[in-house]
């Protein structure tokens, strides 16, 4: 088995919340747990994404609706593209 490279950072936190996470994990398991909440964090957030997407599509009206979202979205950027162009040129 291959190890992943590891990054190292360093992050600030409040004393009181410091002292809960040791309190709570013990010395010498922060990252491991650290890591484990971000894995899950992440891995949570695109599975409730495709959940939410799996539901739209199932949805016709959903769907509907989405798509005059999507074009109101392009339309915006596309403004939003212009107006940046705009202020350039003056």
Do not use: D
């Not at 600030?12 to 971000?38: C, Y």
């Amino acid at each position: 088995m291959k190890a992943e490279p590891r990054y190292t950072f360093s992050i600030q936190l409040p004393i009181s919340l410091h002292q809960k996470l040791l309190n709570k994990v013990g010395r010498g398991k922060v990252s491991t747990f650290i890591k484990e909440a971000l894995e899950k964090e992440l891995e949570g957030s695109e599975e409730k994404l495709m959940n939410e997407y799996r539901e739209c599509y199932a949805n016709p009206r959903m769907l509907k609706e989405a798509k005059q979202w999507e074009k109101a979205e392009i339309k915006s950027w596309l403004n939003y593209e212009r107006n940046k162009k705009e202020k350039a040129k003056k």
